[in-house]
């Protein structure tokens, strides 16, 4: 629409439908993400294009950090169905620097889905760029099928792809408001980039003081949550690093675990507030608990009398 002159390509429409289509409207499908903003990138034929695009998208997050975000983007992760294959980090200069691109977008707090080769390949052995590139902020992502299989033209390494996502017989958008079949290891890369974006979207407000204060460290805890996330299967074991596939709830399990862990230390619960007080009809109880499960709470008056009995599921928040 508009001054938007990007190439109408299936391969773009499909990936940015999984991230983030909108949800629970009746229409077609349901994206990773139901409201989120997507900065897209064309052309993508050349190593020096996607570098740019990496450049630009580091450009608006330092501005964004550096500002407040009074200027820039709150840039988390960045999504990349493609690669080069048989290339190795020190294949050459330009390859190197890509791998120094993603080190530098990680102090900044961006995070990088990329897609392990569409072959069955071990990628240490044959190479494949950039998932053999070395850097924390990378997640290398593999292609699994409904049956929590990884597919068998999907590449595998259990020390360089990270771990697997559902790609196989995806179901996405298509150019002129249609819907099709999607798959590859392409389709598995953005269900791991959108999730990157919505475990950032949690209501952690600890998470959003570290987010402001040292953006790497929060890149570093949801990357640990997706990896610990996942859930662990038989048919991944010696082919990715975590031997599972992405399990969205596992990983805003582990995010909430690793916020509320640095607050309790070695307690379970923290009671953190009770208003009003003095009360006569209706009060307000805030705490903080590890985990999710349900907790039994009582309330006593100042004689000791037990005037309130429940059971309680705390919100998925930091604080209930």
Request: charged residues 20%; glycine residues 10%; aromatic residues 8%.
């Amino acid at each position: 629409k508009g001054n938007d002159d990007h190439p109408q390509d299936f391969h773009g429409t499909g990936t940015a439908g999984i991230l983030g289509a909108k949800g629970n409207n009746g229409l077609g499908v349901s994206g990773i993400n139901w409201n989120v903003k997507i900065l897209l990138f064309s052309p993508m034929e050349y190593t020096y294009h996607v570098t740019e695009a990496l450049e630009y998208c580091m450009d608006l997050r330092n501005k964004y950090n550096s500002s407040g975000g009074s200027e820039g983007a709150f840039v988390v992760a960045t999504s990349l169905s493609l690669g080069v294959p048989s290339a190795f980090p020190e294949s050459s200069v330009e390859l190197g620097m890509w791998c120094e691109l993603y080190d530098e977008a990680g102090e900044l707090g961006i995070l990088n889905a990329v897609a392990a080769p569409n072959a069955n390949v071990d990628i240490g052995l044959d190479g494949d760029m950039p998932s053999l590139c070395p850097g924390i902020s990378i997640i290398s992502v593999t292609n699994s099928d409904r049956s929590d299989r990884k597919v068998i033209d999907a590449g595998y390494n259990a020390e360089f792809v990270d771990l697997a996502a559902p790609g196989d017989e995806s179901y996405t958008t298509d150019l002129r408001s249609e819907y099709r079949e999607f798959g590859g290891c392409s389709a598995s890369t953005p269900h791991v980039a959108g999730a990157i974006g919505l475990l950032y979207s949690l209501p952690f407000e600890d998470f959003v003081t570290i987010i402001n204060n040292d953006p790497s460290k929060a890149a570093l805890l949801v990357r640990e949550a997706i990896m610990e996330g996942t859930e662990p299967l038989s048919t991944l074991e010696n082919v990715t690093v975590t031997g599972g596939r992405l399990d969205l709830f596992g990983s805003m399990e582990k995010l909430r675990e690793k916020i509320i862990a640095d607050q309790l230390g070695d307690k379970d619960l923290e009671l953190l507030g009770l208003s009003p007080n003095p009360a006569d009809r209706e009060v307000t109880v805030t705490f903080r608990s590890r985990q999710l499960q349900r907790l039994h709470a009582d309330v006593y008056n100042l004689l000791g009398q037990r005037i309130y009995s429940a059971q309680v599921i705390p919100e998925f928040g930091a604080e209930s």
